[in-house]
Nanobody, 124 residues
Framework: QVQLVESGGGLVQAGGSLRLSCAAS????????MGWFRQAPGKEREFVAG????????IYADSVKGRFTISRDNAKNMVYLQMNSLKPEDTAVYYC?????????????????WGQGTQVTVSS
């Protein structure tokens, strides 16, 4: 079992930045691919960014490419999402997720563990 706790959400003006953090605990000695997803009211949960266990491979949704950066620190069991040039359409609850697979993933069903989420609100 892996427990995930997100932090760093909040209210920011359009064009601003936020850094989300995800703390992992439990069976963190295993190799987990990690990802960030988001869900806006009335919409399905969508992929934002993913990273391989080593951190050597990162993937992004087209909507955030060039603005968001995912990274991880395996020594600290932490995953981060740096969000720059934020837009009102980035407003959502952001979730951290862990996959026991050995690669990197974009689909909700490919992830085994989820955090409770952190709210990000971008005002225009």
């Amino acid at each position: 079992q892996v427990q995930l706790v997100e932090s760093g959400g909040g209210l920011v003006q359009a064009g601003g930045s936020l850094r989300l953090s995800c703390a992992a605990s439990g069976r963190t000695s295993s190799s987990y691919a990690m990802g960030w997803f988001r869900q806006a009211p009335g919409k399905e949960r969508e992929f934002v960014a993913g990273i391989s266990w080593s951190g050597g491979i990162t993937i992004y949704a087209d909507s955030v490419k060039g603005r968001f950066t995912i990274s991880r620190d395996n020594a600290k069991n932490m995953v981060y999402l740096q969000m720059n040039s934020l837009k009102p359409e980035d407003t959502a609850v952001y979730y951290c997720a862990a996959s026991s697979g050995s690669r990197w993933y974009r689909e909700v069903y490919e992830y085994d563990y989820w955090g409770q989420g952190t709210q990000v609100t971008v005002s225009s």
